[in-house]
DNA sequence: CTAATCCTTTAACATATGATAAATAATTAC
DNA sequence: GTAATTATTTATCATATGTTAAAGGATTAG
């Protein structure tokens, strides 16, 4: 939980009974590659933080399997398409290394922001950075070409070759796996 | 100031001493067709509403005007990228029809979320569900064509091709205005 | 009202990526 | 350790979108 603050005192510091009071609603989850920390068709009511590991949120699109977003160590993944809305989602969290996960009970965390106001700016910090994030990766995928997105990635989470398979890289770049492979033998 | 208290009672109904300290760092700005709402450069510090009239946020890519998003009637528009980060904008708020706005200032308004949680809990709420939009968004450009993609806005917006012009809507897209024409003429 | 500017379409050609299929390579299960 | 499965590459052909250029329409300024 140590890291899990760490994180937390980027964006808000938080005083120690808000600290204690998440510690509460907390849970450690560990869980082996190719597991589903969560599966298709529920309302998303979980908030992770990863540890170790390596996680990816997908979806079936006619049949495909397409990787919305990857998440590694030190960060927070969730499905906010159905956290913020309510709705079941059509999404899934697979792990894609052993991994030690840190699961937020995010109906329990929502309650909290009525007692500490602390912990509700917390969490609009972490999402509004989220959302700039995502705004900014529209500009990526529109107007750069698959070769130049594949560059970027690597450059950004150089490890991922890794942790991760081509193929999942292939459909987060909106590219199928042939393209992926004849990008990469271009070099 | 009506109609912005009706769109936020959609989010997070205010108290009327919210209200009140809403309405006074709000200011209403009458605007025409193709002015600068906002220029290049300078950090974001204002979120607008729309009262009446359409909107666009844009930037240039390698000299190219590109447009982020549109802004219709009884909505919020902002550069998150910059009010969130505190960066200056590369982006631009130009004005697509003859319009009437609210500005609202950020800056006080993130004073005012010491005092008042819950319009600190209002904007959380507006922001998460334009995170939700902007995640959906990614889908629609990797796994459409530029003819469906042109087709759901179409649906989505009925009227923006009166309001606003193709070269705009091709950018959106994230295609050439020649691509869009070329889907037009298909019908 | 006219000229100038800006917006939209059309055409011809170039290119990146998709689809399908088959061959290797790597990983997993027993 | 071997067989079975899964992941990756390579090849060929098809197609959507890009690029450039030019012409026709629509709007705007004076």
């Known amino acids: 939980m140590t890291l899990l603050f760490q994180y937390f005192s980027k964006y808000n510091p938080l005083s120690k009974e808000a600290e204690n009071a998440i510690t509460e609603i907390c849970s450690i989850v560990k869980i082996k590659k190719n597991q589903e920390l969560q599966t298709f068709g529920h309302t998303c009511?979980?908030?992770?933080?990863?540890?170790?590991?390596?996680?990816?949120?997908?979806?079936?699109?006619?049949?495909?399997?397409?990787?919305?977003?990857?998440?590694?160590?030190?960060?927070?993944?969730?499905?906010?398409?159905?956290?913020?809305?309510g709705n079941p989602s059509r999404?899934?969290?697979?792990?894609?290394?052993?991994?030690?996960?840190?699961?937020?009970?995010?109906?329990?965390?929502?309650?909290?922001?009525?007692?500490?106001?602390?912990?509700?700016?917390?969490?609009r910090k972490i999402f509004e950075v989220a959302y700039v994030d995502t705004v900014n990766r529209?500009?990526?995928?529109?107007?750069?070409s698959a070769e130049e997105r594949y560059n970027a990635l690597i450059s950004e989470e150089p490890n991922i070759l890794k942790k991760v398979p081509l193929k999942h890289i292939a459909s987060y770049l909106g590219i199928t796996q042939v393209s992926l492979s004849r990008i990469r033998a271009i070099k």
Do not use: C, M, W
């Open 45 to 85: 009511k979980t908030i992770y933080y990863i540890n170790k590991g390596t996680a990816r949120i997908y979806y079936y699109k006619d049949g495909i399997d397409i990787t919305e977003s990857f998440a590694f160590e030190n960060n927070i993944i969730a499905r906010v398409e159905s956290l913020f809305t």
């Open 91 to 123: 999404k899934a969290i697979q792990i894609l290394e052993d991994s030690e996960i840190v699961a937020i009970n995010a109906t329990q965390l929502f309650k909290l922001y009525d007692t500490y106001p602390e912990i509700e700016r917390l969490f």
């Open 138 to 144: 529209i500009e990526g995928i529109q107007f750069h």
